[in-house]
């Protein structure tokens, strides 16, 4: 399926953002014990988190979502 090249690079600069919001906080907390829980967290998949660890996901998944549906506005207004 090929996607419109707005949606690709809407997505795409969400998906920066992201990395970019989670390398600032990494770098400014770069302390053992955080190092420690982010390798567990690495090797921990998704529905194994705690509630409090999956949010930050799910933040950036409903941004995620609010431009899909955006777009999935703007294509029923359009038929």
Known sequence: MKFPAEIIEELAD???RQWAHWTKYMLDNLTDENIERWRRQIDTPYAEL???????DRVWACKVLA???KYKNEAEAGD
């Open 67 to 69: 431009v899909v549906n």
């Open 50 to 56: 705690t509630d409090k660890e999956k949010d930050s």
């Open 14 to 16: 969400i998906e920066h």
